[in-house]
Structures are given as structure tokens and as C-alpha cells.
């Protein structure tokens, strides 16, 4: 063969590896259902929330994104904004934060992000927490603490915003932020934070291991779902008018990934996830509660649908 030959066919042949290598990517995108679990065989749980519980939404962001992203088998043509919303839990023995979202201070800490996920993210600002709370006249005083599905930087931006108001969250957790990480970045560079560790003290509630009732009346539970990050929780909640809400946290991005049990695809699993056969684990758990009780609103971190069942602040 003469060497323009040689050439050729060395170029034919990494075209071919290329092009292997990206359909191989690409098929990380396509649908891979795990298989559906049992549905979960219990009873719900008694809940006493008192007449004067309430809980809101406080919308605070968004990133742009499509259900390509968020899920194996979403399309790369369905736009599916992901939200950066706060919960505020109003309740007797003390309010609480869910999330913070993004705070006042994003944009000099989304400087702080690799750059890898800079260029990935553009994300639109609605108004911090903080703001929002304020303009509604809320008396701050009456938060007991924020408490954190997880400590990655688009759920903790806001913290900042509230000095001194505990940070409630397992020991897991915060021993990831200790550690250090590019994801962790804005609360560990947090001054002061005044993190409160809780215990599950309690059993196992709704097919996961062990739970901590925060108020006491089975209104609020949390239950450890690791995986996307070590110590990420799910939280149940149980309002007044009987809805029961699954705050699944970053277990899942959309809510497909428990009805559908398609987890993230490949490449964000590697990125965004500590262990994703953990996240596995608890997304097929979250698969056979909802199964069994398919009027329990599925409420992902970034999934509008679950979370605008919530009302505004006002
Ligand atoms: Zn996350
Ligand atoms: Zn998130």
C-alpha cells in the first residue's frame, strides 16, 4: 500500500472509532427502565399535622434544561426548565426551610464551580429566599432551621442569607462538606454556619431503614436515600388537607426517574453522583412507596411539577 493509502485508511479507521465512540455515548441517553420493584407491601403511617401547618413554594431559579438531561430516554427536544425552589414548612414547634435555592449571592459564587460546569449551566434568577421572605413581611424569628436534602451548591446558595439559622442535616453530610469538593463549594465557604447534625432515631418508615420525625407529629419524616450524595434525604410531608408530599430531593431530577425508573444518564451519574448504585437502591424503594400509593406527590428538587402543587408565598 502506498503511504497516502496508509494514511487514508489510518484516517477511515479513527473516523469509524469516533463515530463508534460517540453513538456509544450517545446510546447513554436512551431508555434503560430498571426493572419495577413490588410496590411497596405497608400502610401509610399515621400523620397528626396541626390545622395551622402550612407549606410554600418559593421559586428562586431556574437552570435551562431538557429531559434529555434529567433522565435516560428524555428527549433532547423536550425543554424541561430545572427549577431552584425553596419549601417554607410553617408549623407551631417551629418553621423550616427546605432547600434554599439560590441566594443572593450566586453570582459571585457560581465563580466557584468547575469550569465544566459552568459552561453547562445558564441560570436565571428569580429572587433569593431571603428576599422573598422578607417582602412578604415574614418574621424570620420564627425559622427554626434550613433543612437540606443535600449540601450541592444550587440547594445551599442561599444559607448565606440567613446568619445564625441552624442548618439541620446527618452527620453524613456533614462530613461530605468537610471533606471538601467542587460541588459542596458554596456552603463550605460559608462563614459561620451553624450546623445542627440530627439522628434517625427512628424506624424504618415506608420500606427505608430508619427516619427521623422532626416535629414529633409525623407531619415532617425524613429518611436517608444516599447516594447522590452521601448523606441526601428524602423527606415526607403530610399537610393539614391530607396531601402527602415525597420531597425526593436530587434522588431523582425529574419525576420520571421514579415513575419511569430511568436513572441520570451515564455521563451525569459519573459527574453528579457519590455512588450511583446507592441512588439505584433508593430510586427502585421510591418506586415500590409510589407504586403503592399513587396519590403521593412526587416533589424532585428541580421538577416544577411536584413542587408548584405547593402555593406562593404571599
Ligand atoms: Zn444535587
Ligand atoms: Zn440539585
Redesign the pocket.
Known amino acids: 500500500m502506498r503511504r497516502r493509502d496508509v494514511l487514508k485508511v489510518a484516517l477511515a479507521a479513527a473516523a469509524v472509532a469516533n463515530y463508534s465512540a460517540a453513538a456509544a455515548f450517545l446510546s447513554t441517553y436512551g431508555p434503560a427502565p430498571l426493572d419495577r420493584p413490588q410496590p411497596y407491601q405497608g400502610q401509610l403511617r399515621p400523620a397528626s399535622p396541626p390545622p395551622d401547618m402550612a407549606a410554600f413554594r418559593i421559586p428562586t431559579g431556574l437552570n435551562h434544561r431538557t429531559a434529555a438531561f434529567a433522565y435516560r430516554g428524555g428527549a433532547f427536544s423536550d425543554q424541561r426548565d430545572s427549577v431552584s425552589t425553596a419549601v417554607l414548612v410553617t408549623h407551631p414547634r417551629g418553621d423550616l426551610l427546605i432547600d434554599t435555592g439560590l441566594g443572593r449571592q450566586i453570582d459571585s459564587q457560581f465563580l466557584l464551580l468547575p469550569a465544566s460546569l459552568r459552561v453547562l449551566t445558564q441560570y436565571r434568577k428569580i429572587g433569593a429566599a431571603a428576599d422573598q421572605l422578607d417582602a412578604a413581611g415574614y418574621d424570620r424569628t420564627a425559622l427554626r432551621g434550613m433543612l437540606l436534602t443535600h449540601a450541592?451548591w444550587?440547594?445551599t446558595s442561599g444559607v448565606a442569607d440567613f446568619p445564625g439559622v441552624p442548618v439541620l442535616l446527618p452527620q453524613s453530610e456533614r462530613d461530605f462538606i468537610a471533606a471538601g469538593g467542587a460541588f459542596t463549594q458554596f456552603i463550605s465557604n460559608t462563614a459561620n454556619v451553624n450546623y445542627q447534625v440530627y439522628d434517625f432515631e427512628g424506624g424504618p418508615y415506608l420500606g427505608f431503614p430508619k427516619s427521623h420525625d422532626v416535629y414529633g407529629d409525623g407531619s415532617l419524616v425524613v429518611v436517608p436515600a444516599p447516594g447522590h450524595t452521601p448523606g441526601s434525604v428524602i423527606t415526607f410531608m403530610t399537610l393539614p388537607d391530607t396531601r402527602r408530599f415525597a420531597l425526593v430531593g436530587?434522588l431523582a431530577w425529574q419525576r420520571e426517574g421514579i415513575t419511569d425508573l430511568e436513572e441520570r444518564p451515564w455521563l451525569a451519574r459519573l459527574q453528579d453522583d457519590t455512588d450511583p448504585r446507592q441512588v439505584r437502591d433508593n430510586l427502585l424503594r421510591m418506586s415500590a412507596v409510589a407504586q403503592r400509593f399513587p396519590e403521593m406527590i412526587l416533589a424532585p428538587?428541580?421538577d416544577a411539577r411536584g413542587v408548584d402543587q405547593l402555593p406562593l408565598l404571599s
Open positions: 450541592h444550587d440547594h436530587d428538587a428541580h
